[in-house]
């Protein structure tokens, strides 16, 4: 497992960490248990990640606290109060109307498709990861998993090699233009 720096704290945590928001709350979105969420939790140090993303929001807290009981020493724990959302994110048609992305560009059907004909590239995931892990200025990427096999496949993504040029380029060339759109 990689080690980083994180951010301007001179804490050393491992380059996979592990957030507990998103999508998928740990599982608890789609009606994990607390316990199948503490068990993704314990998988994920395990496998050597030591960064661990929540907040109150996320209603994980407790589910986090669960999981490193007898091993706190041995976790970074990132936490914050509520984040309010300031306007909604772009959708694909407002970002072609502002003229961010070429419509010439993009296949509306499937725009992120020609990353999946890489043969080097798994899944859509796989792709995000290793987009992310490559970016100047990351430090940690997390992933964010109700699934001990995504956590897994995740890891092995986050730990592999950048994207081949050509995708990037490409990538490039639709979005280098789009200012601002969050995680979602
Ligand atoms: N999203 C935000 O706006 C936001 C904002 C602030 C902070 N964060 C922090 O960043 C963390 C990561 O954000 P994110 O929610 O955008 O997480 P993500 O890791 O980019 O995506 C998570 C979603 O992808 C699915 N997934 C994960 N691995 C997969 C795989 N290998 N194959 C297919 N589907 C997969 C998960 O469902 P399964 O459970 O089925 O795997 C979940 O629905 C959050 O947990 C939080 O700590 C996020």
Known sequence: MGR?????????????SIGTGGFSRLGQEYGATAGE???????AMDEGIDFIDTAADYRTEEIVAKAVAGRRNSV??????QVYRKGTEPTGDELTASGEVDPADLDPGRPLGFMLDEPSVRSLADACYRFNRHTPGADVILTSTGRIEHLRDNIASINSEPLPGPVLDRLHKIFGRVESVTAE
């Open 37 to 43: 969420s503490v068990r993704v939790l314990r998988a």
């Open 76 to 81: 970074v724990i990132a936490t914050r109060n």
């Open 4 to 16: 980083a720096r994180l951010g301007r704290t001179n804490l050393d945590v491992s380059v996979a």
